[in-house]
């Protein structure tokens, strides 16, 4: 069965400092990885997803994240975090039938 | 609209009220998703549409749980003799023709059973 783990539940930096929020995923075949962000009341937007190809996804508001297969995993990076930033971050999968599958979430908070 | 279109962003129902939650599509999509978010939890797949048929409902909770999508456009998802567990935020979800098209999501609507 396909399946996504965010194993953090939190991650808090400061402004300027390089972020990372983690996801490992569990998928038979070639994985299609995706990463969506939460604003409060707001729905799920696209940031960016990862298909075949380069191993480095670039995506939007600066975000990136790095596709590893012998880690299974697709951690998603900025270089330089911003206070904007701060929003609820999900990992998903795309299973076999075109759903996805999400993570449950990792809070982002960045401080001034 | 330029987005998909959820309404009411908002209901209260009371336990054991039908109610009835709409989605209106980015026009052209075909794909048609409905996912239940409840409070700091990521979103379960509950249901999918490709036009007006229904693929896959996997993940609907009960026989209380009906969506559909009659012309391949707006769909409506239905729940009845509503439950407090109920509680949770339905996002509604389209993405166009290709594999692997990111899906596009709505606000959703925020659902209280009291």
């Known amino acids: 069965a396909q399946s996504v783990a965010q194993p953090e539940d939190q991650v808090n930096v400061a402004e300027g400092n390089p972020l990372t929020v983690k996801c490992t995923y569990s998928?038979?075949?070639?994985?299609?990885l995706f990463w969506y962000v939460q604003y409060p009341n707001r729905g799920l937007q696209f940031l960016l997803k990862?298909?075949?190809?380069?191993?480095l996804v670039k995506g939007s508001y600066g975000f990136e994240a790095e596709f590893n297969k012998s880690q299974t995993s697709f951690h998603l990076k900025k270089p330089s975090a911003l206070v904007s930033d701060s929003a609820l971050y999900f990992c998903?999968?795309?299973?076999?039938?075109?759903?996805?599958?999400f993570g449950t979430g990792t809070r982002l908070q960045v401080f001034p | 609209g330029a987005g998909v279109s959820q309404s009411p962003r908002y209901k209260v129902a009371k336990r054991g009220q039908d109610v009835a939650l709409r989605c209106d599509p980015i026009?052209?999509?075909?794909?048609l998703f409905w996912y239940q978010q409840a409070l700091g939890q990521g979103p379960e797949f509950l249901t999918y549409?490709?036009?007006?048929?229904?693929?896959?409902k996997s993940g609907l909770p009960s026989d209380r749980f009906f969506a559909e999508r009659p012309e391949g456009s707006v769909s409506t998802l239905k729940i009845q003799r509503t439950q407090q567990e109920d509680s949770a935020v339905y996002l509604c979800?389209?993405?166009?023709?290709?594999?692997?098209?990111?899906?596009?999501f709505g606000q959703g609507t925020r659902l209280t059973v009291v």
């Open positions: 998928v038979s075949g070639n994985p299609y």
């Open positions: 026009s052209g999509h075909v794909s």
């Open positions: 990862y298909i075949t190809g380069d191993n």
């Open positions: 979800a389209s993405s166009p023709p290709g594999e692997a098209a990111e899906a596009f």
């Open positions: 549409f490709q036009n007006e048929a229904q693929l896959d």
């Open positions: 998903a999968v795309r299973a076999a039938t075109d759903k996805l599958i």
